[in-house]
């Protein structure tokens, strides 16, 4: 969530989240004491009200954190990944698990996409999954690297989990296997000429590759 900086006078988001709000909604929040800030706590939160008074209070879930973990569970996992404090509240990886667990019941292969992919939880999830139930998913991750955190803690953190790695309590950790190829987007001039065609190609090679499973 936004916190307001009141040196700067904006709103900004903690290093390594994404806001749940826009900077317009938290500003009408905060004029109407509808954002609360309590002693022990590291940043603001949304008040929230009884369903009877304001609708969209989130409902009580049936999967329970004993099951499919907490944040804080997420948290030290990936720090003991890449051996430091990373991201703030990851989704665990046994929740995503999960997840993908039910969404390709019965099925060997598949793709899944990320276009918000944070720490690279659903990736991480889809390699656990595959070295357990022998099956073959395959996972598409997308970020804009805000904050660096395609270059300095997704992509580590797969390549880690493939490869294999030694914690923060230097013992090594197996690898689960599978690949791993890091693009990054770019753009090349509409003008139909000999010169952009070329590149167009020369860009273009390695993804229709992935598209062609070759």
Excluded at 73 to 86: F, K, P, Q, V, W
Excluded at 141 to 149: A, D, F, G
Aim: net charge positive; glycine share 8%; hydrophobic share 30%.
């Amino acid at each position: 969530e936004f916190y307001f900086d009141k040196w700067n006078l904006t709103w900004r988001a903690p290093t390594g989240s994404y806001p749940r709000y826009s900077q317009d909604t938290l500003k009408k929040m905060y004029d109407v004491g509808d954002i609360v800030y309590k002693k022990g706590w590291k940043e603001p939160r949304a008040k929230r009200y009884l369903a009877n008074v304001q609708k969209g209070v989130p409902p009580n879930t049936f999967w329970d954190g004993k099951d499919v973990g907490f944040n804080f569970h997420a948290t030290s996992e990936l720090a003991d990944i890449l051996t430091r404090d990373a991201f703030l509240s990851p989704k665990p990886v046994s929740l995503m698990e999960k997840i993908q667990e039910i969404g390709f019941f019965g099925k060997e292969k598949g793709i899944i996409l990320d276009f918000m992919a944070g720490s690279g939880t659903t990736g991480h999830a889809t390699l656990k999954l595959n070295n357990s139930k022998n099956t073959n998913i395959q996972f598409i991750l997308c970020t804009n690297n805000e904050n660096q955190i395609c270059a300095e803690v997704c992509y580590p953190r797969i390549k880690n989990v493939i490869k294999g790695y030694t914690n923060s309590d230097n013992k090594k950790i197996e690898g689960l296997g599978g690949n791993l190829r890091y693009f990054k987007t770019d753009f090349v001039d509409g003008e139909s000429t000999d010169k952009n065609k070329k590149k167009l190609v020369e860009q273009c090679t390695e993804m229709l590759c992935l598209r062609e499973d070759c």
